[in-house]
């Protein structure tokens, strides 16, 4: 392991970070929720009466973020490198994998670990280690 | 009133997730590629969210009713299941393709990135194969009990 200290961003990513566990603490705290991306759009399907109005106001937030933060700052474009085929795979993946273990890395990983939730942790393992593997044999078995 | 604290939550949220960088697939990726040239960010992101998650769950622990008088809904499940190994097993394959997850998938929509409808579209589509099967019950030993909080 070779640590890239040309990417390694500590400052901006524990900045962020911090933004990332006060949105989850405004969340728990005024609307009593837990702030899963997963959990809050899956929901979205098939929701009690009643249950839509602040699933549909986060998600808002989430969309809305990239066009207020670009109004003070420059907006960082993202570099998206899968083709979309693998998209599409991916986004499948991520979709069925997030509900079928009811929790991403929002949900099991910023929010249950906070909770100190063991079912959380070893949700944040199992994602963990298969991104490592699936970007282990993506890019150093099938490219090299 | 539920419906601005939603709101702002998910725009400071979004923010975090521009500001770390982590609205970016190729810096997720960065993270995951441990074998290459790696970048520890996601892993102070991780640790900045829960250091201030925490104490927000401790204080949340203790309350009945939220700031504004609703209901506290916790997650109550506590079973390590194949359900949740699988799922996120399937989850972190996902994501180790692409570099998105949920949030910044959203986010990233919110840049009117192309690549990001894709995987959204995607990743609803999968969401919904997923309420079907679970509907047909074809999901595992256990049926969920409806709007139960489960992560």
Request: glycine share 14%.
């Amino acid at each position: 392991m070779t640590i890239d200290w040309n990417a390694f961003t500590p400052w901006s990513a524990l900045a962020g970070g911090i933004l990332i566990g006060l949105a989850a603490a405004i969340f728990v705290l005024f609307n009593g929720r837990i702030a899963g991306i997963s959990g809050i759009l899956g929901g979205l399907l098939r929701p009690p009466p009643g249950d839509s109005q602040w699933r549909v106001a986060f998600v808002l937030g989430l969309l809305g973020a990239p066009l207020l933060y670009g109004l003070p700052f420059t907006l960082p474009s993202p570099q998206i490198d899968a083709g979309y085929g693998a998209l599409v795979a991916a986004g499948l993946l991520v979709g069925i994998g997030s509900r079928y273990g009811a929790g991403c890395t929002s949900g099991h990983g910023v929010c249950g670990l906070s909770r100190l939730s063991p079912r959380s942790a070893v949700a944040t393992a199992a994602f963990m280690g298969a991104g490592f593997a699936t970007v282990y044999v993506l890019r150093h078995l099938i490219a090299a | 009133m539920t419906f601005l604290t939603a709101l702002l939550s998910g725009l400071i949220f979004g923010f975090g997730l521009i500001l770390s960088g982590m609205a970016n697939p190729a810096k997720v990726l960065g993270f995951l590629d441990l074998a290459g040239q790696w970048d520890p960010s996601l892993a102070f992101v991780m640790a900045g969210a829960i250091a201030v998650g925490s104490v927000a769950f401790l204080l949340a622990r203790r309350r009945t009713l939220s700031f504004l008088g609703g209901a506290m809904h916790l997650p109550t499940a506590r079973d390590i299941d194949r359900r949740l190994v699988a799922g996120s097993l399937l989850f972190g394959i996902g994501w180790g393709i692409a570099g998105f997850c949920p949030g910044p998938a959203l986010v990233a929509l919110g840049m009117a990135e192309m690549k990001a409808l894709v995987f959204v579209a995607a990743m609803i589509a999968g969401m919904i194969i997923f309420e079907i099967l679970e509907h047909a019950g074809a999901t595992g030993t256990k049926p969920r009990a409806p709007r139960r909080n489960r992560t």
